[in-house]
């Protein structure tokens, strides 16, 4: 029997992420090999299948899968801090099969609209390698350092460092800038330097008023105890803070949200980081509240564009088509560069092998995002449904 079967499709997406006609794949062994368009190659079996697009699959760039019980727990138009508080508080009170499960049904939902890849964050240990052995998840995991003043800061870099000796399979990396130590900054900077970061970075105007010690993160601080003056951080810019650490010089940088970066900000990214990655949560920012007024500067910077979700607790699902239907709707950024974004821009800077990528048949569906976003569940191409 040939083990090489080529499907020939209605519609693709080009390496260039743009929908053309007649599409090819030769699939091996469950595994697309090659692909192309037009005339297939001829010395394989031929499948036709149902009309529809096809689609190499998407990358969330920004999920806290841990989080996907926190569903409807957050009203809409809670402010940055309420969120947190809310998520404090309900963190000790979770069932841990109860959080498992909400997790595995989250992938799922994201698998069938064509979402295969995340770099997730987890808080906790225990989820961490919950995630390194469940079979749906695939991509990046981050082990989040969070706390703010000592001892919770040393106490966290104690049990990350403990995880890390016996499993170096994850990324520990810090919250953001009033969420991790400068003491759990430099952990970081010296475990995962050559590796990858994943850092929220100028999510709401709070963060602007945090640096000039005022506002209402300062206050959730106060709230929780922990807020203190870090010398590393007086007169410095969010930017130049994490400059002055290192903590920009990574291999790899998932700069997260940027939506009340100013135009100093972007210009500083751009001379210190221009290969960094920024990672779009749209639907996350509007739930809390959040207007980005910076789309034309980001548009212009050397910043890669990726796009993520965040958690359920602020946004309804982790697909990234919904993601992108919902961004598409604010009419700022192109249907084109949204998928090249969610496709081979991700692919490339998170160095995902090509042989990794399933490739999803939205049957039914026509040629562009709309039309995917509510055509129904996807199947993978190549594999036993
Ligand atoms: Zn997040």
Redesign the pocket.
């Known amino acids: 029997m040939n083990i090489f079967e080529v499907l020939v499709g209605e519609w693709g997406l080009t390496r260039d992420a743009e929908f053309r006609a007649d599409p090819w794949y030769i699939v091996a062994d469950k595994e697309i090999v090659d692909s192309g368009f037009g005339r297939p190659p001829k010395q394989f079996m031929t499948r036709r299948l149902p009309s529809g697009v096809i689609v190499p699959g998407f990358v969330n760039a920004?999920?806290?899968i841990e989080l996907s019980c926190m569903r409807d727990l957050v009203p809409h138009g809670s402010h940055l801090t309420e969120m947190g508080g809310i998520i404090q508080k309900n963190r000790g009170a979770l069932d841990d099969l109860d959080i498992r499960q909400a997790a595995v049904a989250a992938i799922r939902r994201a698998k069938d609209e064509g979402t295969f890849f995340f770099c997730d964050?987890s808080n906790s240990t225990e989820f961490i390698r919950f995630l390194r052995d469940l079979p749906s998840f695939a991509g990046n995991r981050y082990l989040e350092l969070l706390g703010f003043s000592s001892p919770r800061d040393v106490e966290r870099i104690a049990k990350v460092r403990a995880l890390l000796d016996v499993d170096a399979t994850f990324y520990p990396t810090v919250h953001s800038v009033y969420g991790s130590s400068p003491l759990q900054m430099r952990f970081v900077r010296e475990k995962a330097r050559h590796t990858s970061v994943s850092i929220?970075l100028l999510e709401s105007p709070a963060e602007i008023e945090f640096q000039y010690g005022r506002g209402a993160i300062v206050e959730f601080l106060q709230n929780i105890g922990q807020n203190v003056k870090h010398p590393e951080m007086k007169d410095r810019s969010a930017v130049d803070y994490l400059h002055s650490l290192g903590m920009l010089s990574f291999k790899k940088l998932l700069l997260?949200h940027l939506s009340a970066a100013r135009t100093e900000d972007i210009d500083m990214l751009n001379e210190y980081v221009p290969h960094a990655a920024w990672v779009i949560?749209h639907r996350?920012n509007r739930h809390l509240g959040i207007e980005r007024s910076n789309w034309a500067s980001l548009h212009q910077a050397s910043l890669k564009m990726l796009i993520?979700t965040?958690?359920l607790a602020t946004s309804p699902d982790l697909s990234v088509l919904q993601e992108m239907r919902a961004i598409l709707g604010e009419g700022k950024i192109s249907e084109h560069d949204l998928l090249r974004a969610a496709t081979w821009d991700a692919y490339e800077y998170l160095e995902i092998p090509m042989n990794q990528i399933p490739y999803f048949l939205f049957a039914g569906a026509k040629p562009n995002i709309e039309s995917l976003s509510t055509s129904g569940p996807a199947t993978i191409l190549g594999r036993a449904p």
């Open positions: 920004h999920s806290h964050i929220h997260v949560c996350s993520g965040d958690s």
